[in-house]
């Protein structure tokens, strides 16, 4: 149990447009989903909180224009990279936090690894 | 401020034991978690303490003294699978995770 999928897994765009990267739980409800980026041999770094039906929350120095994040339902959250820059190239995690579960474990799709050429 | 320490790299051998130390000073506890990462690859859960003490899962193990903001994990009889980033998160008032910069385990043969 516990899944959660995300895609695409691996995204090439061209500088200036824009590309969707969904994460879905498989098999409960999220309440809330993290998203992160991660960096060549950094650790990760949450970017926004979402909870369903309401607006995500930022972290400080995350543009929420140029990250914009949708979560419409309790299985779905999509993160969107508007006029992506060659700088936007990373890899970007979701995690999920289960409805039904007490310890506040988050469980994370397998990843995104989007390059901006 | 929020702050978690970790080493940025150890070595072991295979088949050796190894422990990977985490200290940490938070806005609050709600617990730590202790994740695995390989190259290219998301996070998997390890382990979660939230009560002082020392918790075993197989060849994994981890202790927590909240009183000394400490936590390490023990990697007994170690795979060169176990060559991975080992990533120490707590769980802050907040109910938010602070993450540790992860300790890239090496092993050798």
């Known amino acids: 149990g516990a899944v959660v999928s995300q895609h695409p897994s691996r995204v090439i765009c061209k500088s200036g447009t824009s590309v969707k990267i969904e994460c879905r739980s498989l098999?409960?409800?999220?309440?809330?989903m993290f998203w992160y980026r991660q960096f060549p041999k950094q650790s990760l770094m949450l970017m926004a909180t979402?909870?369903?039906?309401?607006?995500?929350?930022?972290e400080q120095g995350v543009e929420k224009d140029k990250f914009l994040i949708n979560h419409a339902s309790l299985t779905l959250s999509t993160l969107t990279v508007t006029s992506a820059h060659p700088e936007d190239s990373s890899f970007y995690i979701c995690?999920?936090?289960?409805?039904?579960?007490?310890?506040?474990?988050?469980?994370f799709g397998p990843g995104t690894r989007l390059t901006v050429t | 401020g929020q702050n978690i320490d970790q080493p940025t790299e150890m070595t072991a051998t295979e088949g050796a034991i190894v422990q990977i130390n985490c200290t940490y000073q938070?806005?609050?506890?709600?617990?730590l978690f202790w994740y695995q990462q390989h190259a290219g690859e998301a996070p998997t859960f390890l382990s979660y303490?939230?009560l002082d003490g020392l918790e075993e899962k197989g060849r994994f193990s981890s202790f927590l003294s909240r009183s000394k903001g400490y936590s390490y994990l023990l990697l007994k009889e170690l795979q060169m699978k176990d060559s991975a980033s080992y990533l120490c998160?707590?769980?802050?008032?907040?109910?938010?995770?602070?993450w540790g910069a992860g300790t890239k385990l090496i092993i050798k043969p």
């Open positions: 995690s999920a936090r289960d409805l039904g579960q007490d310890a506040y474990e988050q469980y």
């Open positions: 098999d409960f409800q999220a309440t809330t």
């Open positions: 979402s909870n369903e039906g309401s607006k995500a929350t930022y």
């Open positions: 938070t806005s609050g506890f709600n617990g």
């Open positions: 303490n939230v």
């Open positions: 998160a707590v769980l802050d008032s907040n109910y938010q995770l602070i």
